[in-house]
């Protein structure tokens, strides 16, 4: 966390709008308790510095600083001392005291937890020390009417602001667990489904067609001679004609159809509420749409494809079985000339649907 451009500067930001409000807030609370004490003049334009100008100085210098932070984390701690100060200065009156202290440890558990509450708590007592040492010890156990009002402010508004900090990173935090969520399942060439992704969907949708007696069919899609593709024109290009594949894929198929890529220059797809000739129809568009893909800077580049279908069927014992079934398809495909679709539940009885070259 300690760099110029990530979480660092991040931090630093975050504490910048409660330090303000806290200490513009807090300053009221410590002038009220301070009044009565008649402090020297330097105590007053402390007062005034500490709640007015230190916000803006210990942005400026933890933001310029080589390790953001650390500085912040510092600037924290140098809060706490002079909360303990102001305690100590203002004779401990209970609330204004209470209402300082209080603030700042939740300021502390929240940006730095256990670890910096405890060294919190040791620079508010090392400024209760500096203060009894410098302007005398004291106690004064009344609060006036003046100083119970000039707390208000800190007890409701600080909380508030340091309630909408902690509100906005639990939305970050949320959205940065989604996006981890989706790199999780996605294919990072792609953007389609992972391995993994697709496998676990194929095991819902055949729980759901064994349930709910539905239709759907899976494709494996196998992109013919891709390590010709490579070795001719290279990986880059070959990374280029995954990336096309994904692309019409994601423009051929419906919302509800579910692509991922299987692995190497393979692509599965799930066809929910699909028959054997809607299946057909959507393969075969696929197919030619991937045949007159045509690269001006490639001219000599040509895609085919070989698929594989399987419907699903109720004597299908497991999702893998009915993947192997989709996987003899493809395997038929190839070997029958490539550039085909063929469907494994029609095999035996010679209607396989195929588009030769």
């Not at 931090?11 to 009220?32: D, E, H, N, Q, T």
């Not at 909360?83 to 300082?100: E, I, K, Q, R």
Request: net charge positive; proline share 5%.
């Amino acid at each position: 966390m300690d760099n110029r451009s990530g979480k660092g500067l991040s931090f630093v930001k975050r504490i910048y709008l409660p330090r303000i409000i806290g200490m513009g807030i807090g300053l009221f609370s410590v002038m009220a308790a301070m009044a009565p004490l008649s402090p020297p003049t330097w105590v007053w334009l402390l007062v005034l510095f500490n709640g007015i100008v230190w916000p803006h100085l210990a942005y400026l210098w933890a933001m310029r600083s080589a390790a953001p932070y650390q500085a912040e984390q510092r600037n924290l701690l140098l809060d706490s001392l002079m909360g303990g100060f102001w305690t100590a200065a203002m004779h401990f009156n209970p609330l204004p005291s209470v209402t300082v202290l209080s603030m700042m440890t939740m300021n502390n558990v929240a940006a730095g937890g256990k670890r910096l509450v405890v060294r919190g708590v040791l620079a508010q007592l090392a400024g209760m020390l500096v203060a009894t040492l410098v302007l005398g010890p004291g106690l004064q156990l009344t609060a006036t009417p003046l100083q119970v009002y000039a707390c208000l402010p800190m007890l409701t508004l600080y909380p508030l602001a340091l309630g909408w900090v902690c509100y906005r990173l639990a939305i970050k935090l949320a959205e940065h667990k989604r996006r981890l969520s989706a790199l999780s399942l996605t294919d990072s060439l792609t953007g389609l489904l992972n391995h993994g992704a697709w496998k676990d969907l194929l095991l819902v949708k055949f729980q759901t067609c064994q349930q709910q007696q539905q239709q759907a069919v899976i494709a494996l899609i196998d992109i013919d001679h891709f390590k010709t593709i490579n070795d001719t024109f290279g990986h880059v290009v070959g990374d280029c004609v995954l990336r096309q594949m994904s692309e019409e894929l994601k423009r051929n198929l419906r919302e509800v159809d579910q692509a991922g890529r299987y692995g190497g220059d393979e692509f599965c797809v799930i066809l929910p509420d699909t028959n054997e000739a809607q299946a057909c129809l959507a393969m075969e568009r696929l197919r030619e749409r991937v045949a007159s893909y045509r690269n001006p800077q490639l001219p000599h580049l040509r895609i085919s494809l070989s698929i594989g279908l399987s419907a699903f069927d109720a004597d299908l014992e497991s999702p893998e079985h009915w993947l192997e079934q989709a996987d003899k398809a493809l395997y038929t495909a190839k070997h029958a000339g490539r550039d085909q679709v063929n469907f494994a539940q029609r095999e035996a009885t010679g209607l396989r649907l195929a588009y030769p070259d």
